[in-house]
């Protein structure tokens, strides 16, 4: 494929790897009453081990606990959020990354949970394949009393790893990825609004699995998780996310 026939192709996989993430990512929420919250972060549903958790960076869970006091998660869209009690069960502030494993009274109809034959904690093919985020910036979610539950738009935002001119602190646990909410486009390839994206910490990173396939054999079925958003740094304009390593090894020491 030449360059254009490569941009229709990535610009092609947008909406399906949406579509296809979307049941798997919440909305983490600072409840501040039982009729009011604020949308602190993004989160992904997993299954591994037989158990069932979310995963988001570790500084959303501390930010809504010592703002707001109590966390909770969007569960069924537009129903009441589920709230969790205590501490994340696993916690690593180095890497930032926190673990709630989730009781069985969590609803489940209509969600999804990211399964662990699907997690790739490789670099290589990181590297070289077409990332995939999907999360909620705060700027399009809210608190909806009268829906008993929080409203939200997500953001699917499609771009590759990079690898030059990185920030010198970056981490050997942490890769880098393109974000400038001043220029992004759609999938249709048209400019966008401008995007503030706070609140897509915790957010989801795939890589498509696009590499040496052609356009009629590529499915979003695919797509493997390659780590989580944990830092947007406006200078740099870039999205920093920890590794899948680093939760594929916390999970295995529960």
């Not at 935002?157 to 001119?165: A, E, H, L, N, T």
């Not at 054999?217 to 780590?227: F, K």
Request: proline residues 7%.
């Amino acid at each position: 494929m030449d360059l254009d026939d490569k941009i229709a192709f990535v610009q092609s996989t947008m909406n399906p790897m949406a579509w296809h993430t979307y049941p798997h990512i919440v909305s983490v929420l600072g409840v501040e009453s039982n009729a009011s919250g604020q949308h602190v972060g993004s989160a992904l549903r997993f299954r591994m081990h037989g158990r069932r958790g979310i995963v988001t960076a570790a500084h959303v869970i501390r930010e809504a606990q010592e703002r707001y006091g109590r966390v909770a998660v969007t569960a069924i869209r537009g129903d009441v959020p589920y709230e969790f009690r205590g501490k994340p069960d696993l916690f690593d502030a180095t890497a930032d990354l926190a673990i709630y494993f989730l009781a069985d009274d969590y609803p489940t109809e209509g969600v999804s949970f990211w399964p662990q034959e699907r997690m790739d904690p490789d670099d290589a093919p990181r590297a070289v394949d077409y990332l995939f985020i999907h999360g909620f910036p705060a700027v399009r979610s809210r608190f909806s009393a009268l829906a008993s539950g929080v409203m939200s738009r997500s953001l699917p935002y499609g771009v590759m790893q990079r690898d030059d001119d990185l920030p010198s602190d970056l981490q050997s646990f942490q890769f880098a990825m393109d974000f400038d909410p001043e220029n992004l486009r759609g999938p249709d390839g048209q400019p966008t609004d401008w995007l503030d994206p706070h609140g897509l910490s915790g957010s989801p990173v795939w890589r498509i699995g696009a590499g040496g396939r052609r356009v009629d054999t590529w499915s979003p079925e695919r797509s493997l998780l390659v780590g989580i958003v944990t830092q947007w740094r406006p200078t740099e304009r870039i999205l920093v996310a920890t590794k899948c390593r680093n939760l594929v090894e916390m999970l295995g020491s529960a």
